[in-house]
């Protein structure tokens, strides 16, 4: 398999990742303030995963990590860090 990387200005992408974002002052909250349980139709709760981890684990195929390894080379030769592989970046090679 071969990747041709297209040109892409770096003003069209982020170098950040979730989490490394400054924090926004005004929301942060002392501990206190958070709530002492969470409950929800989207909490994930421990009995509904420890019988199926189908639901939590994902089996890598060696021909999975082999296009992985692959695409990540391509970007790696071009100076492509790895925070700076995104969607954009992605989406661009898709549509050459």
Known sequence: M???LPDIKQEQT?????????????LIAPYDAFPKSITGPTVWKREDFINDTSKWQHRWTPELITELEESYEAFAARGVELPEINKVRIMSINNH
């Not at 170098?15 to 490394?20: V, Y």
């Open 14 to 26: 982020s170098t950040f990742t979730s989490g490394q974002h400054e924090p926004i002052a005004e």
């Open 2 to 4: 071969t990747f041709t």
